[in-house]
Structure formats: structure tokens, C-alpha cells
């Protein structure tokens, strides 16, 4: 005696996998988690901090200039850039609720090299990379002024 009949089983397994299917974007979407910053310099863990999103450096990788290719960075800003929050009051722009999660946010970018801190949107692309990269556009004034940077997400050792 089998639980399901070949068609229901079908139709059941075609259920399962579009459901899947259709929480992926929602999760690749999702900024929560580590990233390596496009230069590599470092790790950064954006998290909830309050009602926003922030990231915080959580380890050093490098020290290469954004600005000056293949010259060491000299920070603008004298702090240790371990524990720095660098992405700050990051809230969705489009809303967002349960049955559909926010695709962009907005907030603020810190740059060390310069010691400027600049508004930023930031949404989450799967395009090139399937474990996803975190576009950051940084600006001053308005969005056309700006750039942007892709950041790697940290993969898990399996």
C-alpha cells in the first residue's frame, strides 16, 4: 500500500520544487551574512543592529589602496579597522513584508582610505556569482554621482 499515487506524488514533488525554486531569490537576496570587500582589504559581517542593517569589519585581509592601483592603502582614518563599522542604517527602499522580502536598501558606506562617509544603496545579485555579490552604490548628491562596488560573500568550508 504506497501513501501517494504516482500522480499525486508528481504533482506533490512539483509543489516541493517550485516552493524551493521560488525561496531562493528571497535567501540570495537576502545582505545578511560575511563579505569580502572589492579590493579584498576585508571581511565584513553585515547584520541587524536596531531596525537597520550595519556591517562590521571582522577580520583584516590586505591593505590595498581603492584609489592607487597596486599601492598599499594609507587610511584617512586612524582607527583599527577591526571592529569599524563601515555600512550604517541600512533600511529597505522598497518595503518589503513576509511574503516579500526587501530587494534594496539604503544607508551609508564609510571609506578609511579618505575618512568620508558617503549614502549608499545596496541590493544583493546572483548574476555572476551564485553564492551572490553585494552591489554597493556609493554617492554624494544624488545616485547618478556615484560608484559602485561588488562585493564576494564568504562561502562556509564544507
Known sequence: MTLFS????LALSLALTVMHAAAQPAAAADPRGRWITANGNLEVEVAPCGAALCGTVTQVLGNR???REGAAM???????????TIL???APVDGGDAARPPTEWSGEIHNRENGKTYRCHMTVSTAEQPAGELVLHAYVGIPLFGKTQRWSRVVAAQ
Request: charged share 30%; aromatic share 10%; glycine share 4%.
Open 6 to 9: 504516482r500522480p499525486a506524488f
Open 65 to 67: 589602496s581603492m584609489s
Open 74 to 84: 594609507e587610511a584617512a582614518d586612524a582607527r583599527p579597522a577591526l571592529g569599524m
Open 88 to 90: 550604517r542604517d541600512f
